[in-house]
């Protein structure tokens, strides 16, 4: 269940702040007038490297632990991305429209912030959960899990990665800020403004550059002018964003509906798990390129695994759904007539 409680601009700041400086060991947020909003950044005496996390979280966290009172916390734990830990604390004794509300509203706080910047989320509900021996007891727990093989570990994450960015849709997943914005290469957007134009471009493809984490234009020529040869353009190997000017005509009338195609074709290999991790994370922030600085405006959105579960009648049968024409009743005839 999802809140409709959304990051402030606040928060983002306050949460790009810790980003960019290893002088902060945490944040705290709230939930106040129907946002999630900052509390207090955790700032050590020293850098947070120089001093244990253990001590960190004794002095600078327990103070604010309150027995009757939820809070979210994310802290800076891991030395290598991601390093950072989102807590969820809803003690039993805090009001009941508080508890929903937090409860309801911790993934949105992880997504909006950005996923990938976030190792693991815990949900306590006691303030022992929240000292040095209780993160020491969480990891021991975790350790006690059954073993996964990296691979299985990497499609988990691939699972949980789409299943965030694909919930909500139709409420915002992601919020673009300087420090989290997401980067597109020169050409890549030039091909998105074309589209956007009078060009006649029909076919944008973009893929992620699993180097640098950029998005970057697919070289294509191609101008499909049905499904059938757009689904011969996309690749059946790695994933791709689509976007395709689908001209046609349907019942005597003609159109030209935006569409945008996300495949994510099922592929061997621990290292294509990870490369798969990138796109449902990044699939919202092209989209807000796409349609903030590019100006386009999309009809329609498909995600598949295979460019093959594309068909002319999927389509069109989502960009014309038939109307079902319900009969009025008829009263039966009366006898003898």
Not at 21 to 31: C, E, N, P, V
Not at 301 to 327: A, M, N, W
Request: with cysteine.
């Amino acid at each position: 269940m999802q809140s409709g409680i959304s990051a402030s601009q606040e928060l983002v700041s306050k949460f790009n702040d810790l980003l960019s400086s290893d002088a902060h060991f945490g944040l705290l947020a709230t939930i106040s007038s129907e946002a999630l909003r900052p509390l207090q950044l955790l700032t050590p005496s020293s850098k947070p490297s120089a001093s244990s996390f253990g001590s960190n979280v004794s002095e600078l966290l327990t103070p604010h632990i309150k027995p009757s009172e939820a809070l979210y916390i994310i802290l800076r734990r891991y030395d290598l991305a991601p390093a950072l830990v989102a807590v969820t604390y809803v003690p039993d004794a805090a009001p009941v429209r508080q508890k929903m509300l937090f409860a309801s509203t911790r993934l949105t706080l992880v997504r909006e912030l950005g996923s990938e910047h976030f190792r693991e989320t815990i949900f306590a509900t006691v303030a022992a959960e929240l000292t040095p021996a209780g993160f020491e007891k969480h990891d021991a727990h975790a350790a006690l899990d059954a073993p996964l093989t990296e691979e299985e570990k990497s499609l988990g994450e691939v699972k949980r990665a789409e299943q965030e960015a694909g919930s909500g849709t139709g409420i915002r997943e992601i919020h673009l800020s300087k420090n989290l914005s997401m980067p597109m290469t020169d050409d890549a957007l030039g091909a998105l403004k074309e589209l956007a134009g009078e060009s006649g471009r029909s076919l944008v493809m973009l893929k992620i550059n699993p180097d640098s984490e950029i998005v970057e234009l697919v070289p294509d020529n191609s101008s499909p002018s049905s499904i059938k040869e757009l689904v011969q353009c996309i690749s059946d190997t790695e994933p791709r964003f689509t976007f395709y000017r689908f001209t046609h005509s349907y019942g005597g009338n003609h159109s030209s509906p935006l569409l945008f195609i996300y495949t994510c074709p099922v592929s061997p290999g621990t290292k294509a798990i990870k490369f798969r991790m990138m796109y449902p994370l990044m699939k919202r922030a092209v989209l807000t390129v796409a349609e903030k600085e590019a100006g386009l405006q999309i009809d329609k959105k498909f995600e598949v695994e295979e460019p093959t579960e594309i068909t002319e009648d999927s389509v069109l049968g989502e960009l014309h759904p038939k109307v079902e024409v319900r009969q009025g009743f008829s009263r039966p005839k009366r006898p003898g007539r």
